[in-house]
């Protein structure tokens, strides 16, 4: 995976931003019109002074006396992550996990559309989840192309993972991965992969509670 | 968020092993039976003097002249993180996403016991999801308590999440949440909460896949 920049902010910061725009939303769902770094810091669990540096490389970020306007700052970091740009995104593997998502995560919210998903069990094929219809994915590198699919998530068994990436690649168009399963991928350098094993989360709670770190 | 080092390994130290420890896993299932850092490197997706750093900080990792014994590695590495003690842990909300962690995450494998499961809708109260009995969220305390439950996973609406969670804290005994909800939680400071709001996961990877970081 290549490391580097974009649009002068670090992927740390692209990260932080992501997780600061859902803590300001939920903050206005409170009816609460304007936050100081300092109340941010504590909700997200870092330091005001780390607030001030990632919002500091924002444009118009409705500082005012003690703190933010809400409203404005959600504007900027929206701007600053390109979420009003329309990302094509299919899910691959429709179990639980992956039906989970194509019905709970508000994608169009966050300036992506959910526009494929993908199966190999003939009781999922051509059935509705979240509003879209899952195809076979023998057709996978047909639709991805023809749909201009960008991004896709992998909820698929560990045995099938691999296979399925190398039909992505061979498709062409598709930039990012996002990883469920607990294989790693192989992939050309000009795709990023990300890994959520989700028992890695567990192993890392486990840990950190059981020293209290 | 408490800060800290345990062991003598960071968090970011800690996060990486629990990684490494899943390679190592694939590395063996393809009937490889040593690694070196750079091939570790190469698949993690960082580099090698970062992984020997990680690595070192390990007792008895099995290195060899150009590399690592696998399956010494992974023993150090799951003595570091105690993955052999046993952690008591509960899923709270069994919708799908909820369903599908307990059906498909390999807790006993990496020391963990899934003991308990907890929803408030009649439909699934009393059914068994990976082996466990769903049980009526109304019991939760008295429950969190009689199973000695350690760490809860959150899985509920994001309306609800903040109350469950006020139980738990109420119940005793609960160390570490992970929190899949898209709402950010109140908890005393010897809690530790891992936000995994999918969402942020999705904006992150369409930010840098567009811009190729």
Same mark, same amino acid.
């Given at each position: 995976m290549k490391k580097g920049k974009a649009r002068g902010i670090s992927r740390p910061t692209a990260e932080r931003l992501s997780e600061y725009l859902l803590i300001l939303e939920q903050h206005l769902f409170c009816g609460k019109e304007t936050i100081s770094s300092k109340e941010l810091a504590d909700v997200y669990g870092n330091t005001p002074s780390q607030v001030r540096q990632d919002l500091f490389q924002l444009e118009k970020t409705g500082r005012i006396r003690h703190g933010y306007n809400v409203n404005t700052l959600k504007t900027a970091i929206r701007n600053k992550l390109g979420l009003e740009n329309t990302t094509n995104l299919a899910i691959i593997g429709c179990g639980k996990l992956g039906s989970a998502i194509a019905e709970h995560v508000p994608f169009s919210s966050y300036?992506?559309?959910?526009?494929?998903? *993908?199966?190999?069990?003939?009781?999922?094929?051509?059935?509705?989840?979240?509003?879209?219809? /899952?195809?076979? /994915?023998? %057709?996978?590198?047909?639709? =991805?192309?023809?749909?201009?699919?960008?991004?896709?998530?992998?909820? =698929?068994?560990?045995?099938?993972?691999?296979?399925?990436? %190398?039909?992505?690649?061979?498709?062409?168009?598709?930039?990012?991965?996002?990883?469920?399963?607990?294989?790693?991928?192989? /992939?050309? %350098?000009? @795709?990023?992969?990300? %890994?959520?094993? @989700? /028992?890695?989360? *567990?192993?890392?709670?486990? *840990? *950190?509670?059981?020293?209290?770190?």
């Open positions: 300036g992506m559309n959910l526009v494929a998903l *993908f199966d190999s069990h003939k009781s999922l094929i051509g059935k509705k989840i979240g509003g879209v219809v /899952v195809e076979n /994915v023998a %057709d996978l590198e047909k639709s =991805v192309r023809k749909m201009k699919i960008s991004i896709a998530t992998l909820c =698929v068994p560990p045995s099938a993972a691999q296979e399925v990436v %190398d039909k992505l690649v061979s498709a062409g168009g598709v930039r990012g991965i996002l990883n469920y399963t607990q294989r790693r991928l192989k /992939v050309p %350098d000009s @795709i990023v992969v990300r %890994d959520r094993q @989700i /028992v890695c989360s *567990f192993m890392q709670l486990a *840990f *950190f509670s059981n020293q209290g770190i």
